[in-house]
């Protein structure tokens, strides 16, 4: 399967907060969501800036289109849209004005559709940006990182701090993005429930580590968290968990195939398992 | 590039609007009165005001991710620093029509304010060399020393211009004789100097530019 965005091995430290991003490798199919999931200083931004070139990266290749991006290569950051969390965008301008700015950055800017964007998501074209609620801010970064027809959207936490129906809108836009088979969404968020209902692969990464990357349908359907008491945690073999917790009155474990576990392990209870239990597993419990 | 000189258009015009009026008023007040301080005050005010505001954009779009944001786009970090050179360039050239209407209608309703007309010329050297030293000392403390002491620089740069201008007439006057011939070396010197130094500014700026990480 061919990658639209390839990171191999990326790693950058920054010596005054001692935070180090570590050999952080992962990949992008054309056509699919990628949700990279993290809790706050994880690095996911970081990641990005990576891949982006707004930082300078110590050590590995990230591969975009096949080519790793100089800042030379325009024409790659063409078929790129952006939403970063916050204010995108100068508060004094317009969404008219935005656009008027934008034409001149995007040989392939269609104001039209930008104009069916604010149509759509309810933002008044000649009202200061600065005057819009967040969400409408959010709103509009997405409108403009779509008008451009950009094969890869990054968006950096771009549905955080929206409400639950705006961001089932936003999502809903998403998966219109990537009905094309050749558009792919990198999507990091805390919001894991966002992911679950988008991503067709997820990257996890904590302390400026990947822990691991596994398609949804993977994470559904197989992976489980057992709840174990302390005297059936013992007798499980290491081999098969991820990574366990331990609680008041019981350990979670988890594992990677919940059907193979509920066979070898019958007195033990099974559970389906959310992604924020495995991102509260894989942070807060200890690997395997 | 088109983009980049547009976003810096909107960037300053809504300083620079508030601006042009303020020296609308003030020009009014120096055409109407005869006085050789308010002459030299619109001078130095027009020519470096309106590229001071072209100054304070590129600071703002730090104050929102716009500043990160625009290294995402299609463009390559050198044209961004050229388009806020060009824009200070710019914005000289209006500040400097500004100054020669407002000195163009005084001298034709009141004559030259100055013991010798070439005087003048040495005047608008003046305030051009000091607009182009702002600039070239701006931009690349800006960048080296980082977007949030934005304010702190612009105000180092307009005082180091202006001590690097005051240094470079006193040393003319020390070395020539006073004269016609003096007046116009020291116009063509703050200019040449001032010119070089922008240009000099532009590669350093790109340099520090290339090497800065959001």
Known sequence: MENILELQQVSKTFPKSNFTLNNISFSLPYGAILGFVGENGAGKTTTIGCILNTIAKDSGTVKLF?????????????KIGVVYDGDNFPGHWSAEQLSKVMQGFYTKWDDELFRKYLEKFQLPPKQRIKHYSRGMTMKLAIAAALSHHPQLLILDEATSGLDPIMRDEMLDVFLDFVQEEDHSILISSHITSDLEKVADYITFIHNGSLIMTVSKNDLVYNYAVMRCKESQFLALNRSDMIAYRKRDFQIDVLVPDGKEAQRKYKDVVVDHVSLDEIMLLLVKGERA | MKGLLRNNLYGTLSNAKVFAGFMILFGIFGVAVISQSVQIGYVMIGSIGFSLSAIIVAKNEFTTKWGKYKLTLPVRRADIVKSQFLNQVIWLLVGTFFVGVEVGLSWLFHGCPFDQHIAVLTLFALGISMNLFMGAIFFPMFYAGGEER???????????????????????NDLLEPGVTTIVFGAVALIVCSMAAFGVSYPLTVG???RKEY
């Open chain 2, 208 to 210: 520090i530019f290339n």
């Open chain 1, 66 to 78: 096949g080519k790793e991006m100089l800042d030379a290569d325009t024409d790659i950051r063409e």
């Open chain 2, 150 to 172: 934005g304010e702190m620089f612009w105000m180092i740069a307009i005082l180091c211009a202006f001590g690097i201008d005051y240094t470079i007439i006193t040393i003319l």
